[in-house]
């Protein structure tokens, strides 16, 4: 049996280039590797544990799958679909949630950054997240998952419920590690923390066209361009790793050589990486206005892989039913 993958994003809009590089970038690298059965969806009931707009939400869910297959993911090589239309998942996280103390999901990073930022939002939905974002990838037995570096602390608890469900009722879950590409963090535009949607000016989206790119990036704040060592946080260290991320390592070995020496003149670097991310995503950009007036080949897919990946996790979940004690027609 090949080893399985499972990852998955939110449908919090077009994804955005620390989406792309972070998440997309490696579901891609393990689609084309042939030991690997790999499920990818968009995660819509992770979508609703912080404020969302309603009147979008399938919307955004569907353009996330259009990005999907404009990036390169291929529903004869991947399961694509999205995760409210497999609810074998919330009712896996049901059964997980036993195997998990509220102090632990109490003391999380990401629990406590996102109700930093929605206040009145510590809903048990968003506390419960890890666990549902568990029960993703148990249901399907993955052992890799290809996502950035913030998602470790929530594999961290995969882990830890995997050997717990494994201890207890003598289940045969493997312990899921991450994936990792070369854009495991991409760094916001802002110079603080990394690329997010909640933080206004902090992102560059795959649909962004080149003008609105050259914007963005004239607002990442920037020095007199040299010094005696090279800044290694806030607005200049964002532009060098997107140098190294986009144009390659001796470019930005080359401009951190230029900083330290006569200088960079940050208008000719800013315009060079805009007309670099803009040729990149350029191509997903046609693809996906492509698919876009194909909208019955997207639900197509999306149907086709619920029913593939409905197919997997009904077994899973009867056994774990099944070992837990659960009532059971033999
Ligand atoms: P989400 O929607 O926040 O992020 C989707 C993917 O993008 C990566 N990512 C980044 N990578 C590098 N730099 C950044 N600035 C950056 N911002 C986002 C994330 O690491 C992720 O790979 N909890 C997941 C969704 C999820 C999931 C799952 C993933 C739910 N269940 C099961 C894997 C397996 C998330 O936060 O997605």
């Known amino acids: 049996m090949k080893r399985r993958v499972f990852s998955?994003?939110?449908?919090?809009?077009?994804?955005?280039?620390?989406?792309?590089?972070?998440?997309?970038?490696?579901?891609?690298?393990?689609?084309?590797?042939?030991?690997y059965e790999t499920i990818y969806m968009v995660m819509d009931l992770h979508a609703i544990t912080t404020p969302y707009d309603k009147e979008n939400l399938a919307k955004y869910t569907k353009q996330v799958v259009i990005d999907y297959l404009a990036?390169?993911?291929?529903?004869e090589k991947s399961i694509i679909?999205?995760?409210?239309?497999?609810?074998?998942?919330?009712?896996?996280?049901?059964?997980?949630?036993?195997?998990?103390?509220?102090?632990?999901m109490l003391h999380l990073p990401t629990y406590k950054e996102k109700i930093k930022q929605h206040p009145d939002g510590a809903t048990v939905a968003l506390l419960n997240y890890p666990v549902l974002m568990s029960a993703d990838i148990l249901a399907y037995k993955a052992e890799l998952v290809p996502v950035g570096v913030d998602q470790e602390p929530h594999l961290e608890v995969a882990r830890e419920i995997a050997r717990k469900m494994?201890?207890?009722?003598?289940?045969?879950?493997?312990?899921p590690k991450r994936f990792a590409t070369k854009g495991e963090y991409v760094p916001s535009l802002t110079g603080e923390g990394k690329m997010s949607?909640?933080?206004?000016?902090?992102?560059?989206?795959?649909?962004d066209s080149f003008s609105d790119i050259k914007t963005k990036l004239a607002k990442v704040p920037t020095d007199l361009g040299k010094g005696s060592a090279v800044p290694?946080?806030?607005?200049?260290?964002?532009?060098?790793?997107?140098?190294?991320?986009?144009?390659?390592?001796?470019?930005?070995?080359?401009?951190?050589?230029?900083?330290?020496?006569?200088?960079?003149?940050?208008?000719?670097?800013?315009?060079?990486?805009?007309?670099?991310?803009?040729?990149q995503i350029k191509p997903i950009q046609k693809r996906a206005f492509e698919?876009?007036?194909?909208?019955?080949?997207?639900?197509?897919?999306?149907?086709?892989?619920?029913?593939?990946?409905?197919k997997i996790v009904s077994s899973v979940l009867s056994e774990v039913k099944e070992k837990m004690g659960l009532y059971f027609k033999k």
Do not use: M, W
């Open 8 to 35: 998955g994003s939110r449908p919090t809009g077009r994804l955005h280039l620390g989406n792309y590089l972070g998440g997309v970038r490696g579901y891609l690298e393990l689609q084309e590797n042939p030991d």
């Open 71 to 75: 990036c390169g993911l291929d529903p």
């Open 81 to 104: 679909t999205v995760q409210s239309l497999v609810p074998e998942h919330a009712y896996l996280a049901h059964l997980l949630s036993s195997a998990v103390t509220v102090a632990r």
């Open 166 to 175: 494994n201890d207890k009722y003598n289940l045969s879950f493997p312990e």
């Open 197 to 207: 949607k909640s933080v206004e000016g902090s992102y560059i989206s795959l649909g």
């Open 232 to 279: 290694k946080e806030g607005g200049v260290a964002v532009l060098l790793q997107l140098v190294e991320l986009f144009l390659g390592k001796e470019e930005r070995f080359s401009y951190e050589k230029k900083y330290l020496g006569e200088g960079i003149r940050y208008q000719e670097l800013k315009t060079r990486l805009a007309e670099e991310i803009y040729e």
């Open 291 to 310: 698919l876009e007036s194909k909208k019955g080949f997207v639900d197509e897919v999306i149907y086709d892989g619920a029913k593939r990946a409905r």
